[in-house]
């Protein structure tokens, strides 16, 4: 079993920035694909971000030149640089890895962009 533990979330104004942090339990963790997701309120949870355990990214349209994924696999830590941030990205964020056919998920940590 892998756990996984999120912080940074906060309130933030717009155009402002926050680093989402997500840390695995385990060093099973580089071996991992690990990914980011966001669900708003009375909305269904979405996929945002994803880095392979080989480093290779992708994105959501909606986020693309505005967020950054990344790991380092010494720390068992990912990592989603938040910038130019809008209201629309309201929401809590939830972390999640796979491995070996398995999904694993953090508890999520709230993330609001507000005026």
């Known amino acids: 079993q892998v756990q996984l533990v999120e912080s940074g979330g906060g309130l933030v104004q717009p155009g402002g920035s926050l680093r989402l942090s997500c840390k695995a339990s385990r060093s099973i963790f580089r071996i991992m694909d690990m990914g980011w997701y966001r669900q708003a309120p009375g909305k269904e949870r979405d996929w945002v971000a994803q880095?392979?355990?080989?480093?290779?990214?992708t994105y959501v349209d909606s986020v693309k030149g505005r967020f950054t994924i990344s790991r380092n696999n010494a720390q068992n830590t990912v990592y989603l640089q938040m910038n130019s941030l809008k209201p629309e990205d309201t929401a809590v964020y939830y972390c999640h890895g796979s491995a070996w056919g398995s999904n694993y998920w953090g508890q999520g940590t709230q993330v609001t962009v507000s005026s």
């Open positions: 880095i392979t355990n080989g480093g290779s990214t």
